[in-house]
Every structure is written in C-alpha cells, then in structure tokens.
C-alpha cells in the first residue's frame, strides 16, 4: 500500500548493497528495489530520503541526493546490535507542497502506529509540520525538541508556512497537541528578541550552543524526554558539514552532532527522527553526506542501548533508588529517582512532604541536577515542575 509514496532505490545502489561487505549496514539492511517493498511488521527503524525544497525560505540551487548518503551509510559496519532496519527509498514528492504534507503524515502515523521508528532526510525543515501532524490521531501531548541555531518562529512579511517558520505554524494549530517544546543549540545572532520573549511566556526550554558545550550531558535529559527530534544540519559548522541550506561558520562540532544523535537514539520515548535543510549540491567531496550517515549510526547505536526504563507505578519500587531532597521552605522537597538499570536520574513533582499530588509527573534530569539541588539550588529545568 505504501509502495506507491516511494521510488525504489536506484540499481547502482541495488548493486552496492549486492556487494556490501558482510558486517556492513549495506548487507543487512532491508530495501525497497523494484517489485519488492519491504514489511514494516518486520522492522523497527526505517529510513527514507525526502527531497522536497518548495517551503525553504531562501530556495537558491538547493537539491539532497539521498544516494550519496546511502553509499556512505551502507558501508559503515554495524555495532552489537540487532535491529531491523528499513531503507525504504526516496519519497514522491507531490503536485503541490500540501500533497507531499498530507503524504508524509499518512506515512508517518502509520509507522509510529507500527512500532517503527522512521528517520527522516530531508530538503526544507518545514517537513517537521507534516510530521508534528502524524501525532494527531495518538491523542495525546507531544514532546518536541529540536537542535537548530534558531527558533525557526516568525518570519517576517509572510504567514505561509516555510523553512523559517513551521514552529509558529505549529504553535498557532487549534487544537494544539504540542506539550512541550525544547531547543539545543541556538544562537542568539540567529533569533529575534520576539522569539525569545515567546519562548519564555510558553515556558518553552532553551539551551544555547555555549551553555551546551560546556556540558554536553546536560543536554540528554531534553532528548529522553521527546517524542520528535528535528535536526537543522545548518546547526553544525560549515567546516565539519558544507553541504547544508544555511552554512555558517559557528555551530556544532560534527562530534556533538553524533554525541546528540546517540543521546536522541537511546531515549525510549523518541518515536520520529529527522534531519533537514541537507544541500548536497554543495557538498565538498561528500564530507556532509558521510556525516550525515555517521549520525544515522550513532542513533542506531543509541537505538540499540534503549533500556525501557521510564519509571512506571510497577517500576519505580522495584528499578529505582529513591532520593529526597528537603529544601529550606517548610515541607518543601525534591524527590528524585535514579534508574538502576542505566544510571539516569528522573525528578517527580511530588515536591510536598505531606501532601500527595493529585498527579504526579516525572521528567527526565541530569545528575548535576540533584547535585545542585542538595546544595540548595532550583536547577532551571526545575522550574517547569513548578510552573505546571
């Protein structure tokens, strides 16, 4: 049925993967060749090139050849791992922008209704709105965060949804399923003060690329807790990835990149990952394109380290240390729960010592969290337990 979204890959590289090397993605991974399209009952990741440009802003000589991604890719050997992994080839772009949307929701919803995780490459990031709407029909708060040098807000002089604007797009949707959004990486030369101040009036969470590098771990929890990661290649520095929409001299290490994809991979909450605004038209001896499979491996790898240990009723008792954390207020605490199967730390809104909350919530924190919070500190990442 979903044959008909997907061109199947092309011969040269049917004929690369009839060669793979035993040990390499290429010899393992399933893909969709002529006549034969892959069963998504049998896979848990699934890979598929979107090469759709018609929402970038800015559109100049933009174009993302997916096979130059896949013959780096398929020659990278697997880690100890055993996941099924899909390339389903490279998606049909429709008539209009809006048939490509509508397409890619259909598919995505599907996906994530299968138990398949699909990792998105894409032209414009607008295609992140299409995906945002494949929740709908789950009925339930959507967590998103993005690593982007920008907000990606407003745009000034148009409200047609584009490249720069698909999370106000999303913001605006009534009814809005959005719970909760997070940005890793920003930089302030990038943003509009109006963006800012909308960020902090919706208690969105922020985290610019000079406080990330200081400590890069800080940055996990934010990933443990999505369900859609979008990854804006812009955000890496032109010397580590060329071939990008929006090249810049500061951003992201190519390491961090695959430090934040790795992180993205192993959260048991993540169900979609994307990465966007790809131009392999300027891509300088593919360097970007076998970044870009590096940081495929890495959420692999990642994906194959997921441990199931979000704290549950039936868990939490059995699974985790408990640890509570009185503050200087009367009858004011933190309590906090440490995994024991992976080492990760969780913070609960039971912040009242004699009082049991009517529903408690528990997000994902950093040790540093609890650290500080024993010398008396209100980590940041705190205050959206208290403002909910």
């Known amino acids: 049925m979903f044959s008909n979204y997907f061109h199947p890959v092309s011969s040269e590289i049917l004929e690369l993967k009839k060669n793979s090397i035993p040990g390499t993605?290429?010899?393992s991974i399933s893909i969709f060749s002529e006549g034969n399209f892959p069963d998504f009952q049998k896979a848990e990741v699934a890979i598929f090139g979107v090469n759709e440009n018609r929402g970038l802003l800015n559109k100049g000589s933009v174009s993302m050849n997916m096979d130059a991604i896949r013959k780096s890719l398929y020659n990278l050997y697997?880690?100890?791992?055993k996941i099924r992994i899909l390339d389903l080839g490279d998606f049909k772009i429709g008539e209009e922008l809006s048939d490509t949307y509508f397409a890619i929701t259909d598919l995505i919803s599907n996906l994530i209704s299968d138990g398949v995780v699909p990792i998105v490459i894409g032209g414009g990031q607008?295609?992140?709105y299409p995906i945002y709407k494949a929740y709908d029909s789950f009925n339930k708060g959507l967590n998103m965060c993005s690593i982007d040098s920008r907000f990606d807000m407003i745009t000034p002089n148009t409200v047609k949804i584009n490249s720069n604007n698909y999370l106000g797009t999303i913001i605006k949707e009534d009814p809005n399923h959005l719970n909760s959004f997070t940005n890793i990486g920003f930089q302030s030369y990038f943003v509009q003060n109006d963006e800012v101040h909308e960020m902090e009036k919706m208690f969105f969470e922020t985290f610019r690329l000079g406080d990330f590098r200081q400590n890069i771990e800080e940055a996990e929890p934010y990933l443990r807790n999505s369900d859609l990661i979008i990854f804006d290649a812009s955000s890496?520095?032109?010397a580590d990835a060329p071939g990008v929409v929006s090249p810049s001299p500061n951003g992201l290490f190519s390491q961090e990149a695959c430090v934040l994809s790795r992180y993205s991979g192993m959260s048991d909450r993540v169900s979609s990952f994307g990465i966007f605004e790809i131009n392999t038209e300027k891509d300088l001896s593919n360097q970007t394109s076998h970044?870009?499979?590096q940081i495929i491996w890495y959420f692999l790898e990642g994906f194959s380290?997921?441990?199931r240990?979000?704290?549950t009723k039936k868990s939490i008792s059995k699974n985790f240390k408990k640890y509570v954390v009185p503050l200087d207020q009367e009858d004011f605490q933190f309590v906090f729960y440490k995994s024991k199967l992976s080492g990760r730390?969780?913070?609960s809104s039971s912040t009242s010592a004699n009082l049991e909350p009517t529903r408690e919530i528990i997000l994902p924190c950093s040790y540093k969290d609890y650290l500080d919070s024993v010398s008396g500190k209100i980590p940041a990442r705190m205050m959206r337990i208290l403002k909910v």
């Open 345 to 347: 730390w969780w913070i």
């Open 78 to 81: 697997l880690g100890n791992w």
């Open 236 to 238: 890496i520095r032109q």
């Open 25 to 27: 993605i290429g010899e």
């Open 305 to 307: 380290l997921r441990t």
């Open 291 to 293: 970044l870009i499979s």
């Open 309 to 311: 240990d979000f704290p």
């Open 126 to 128: 607008d295609l992140c």
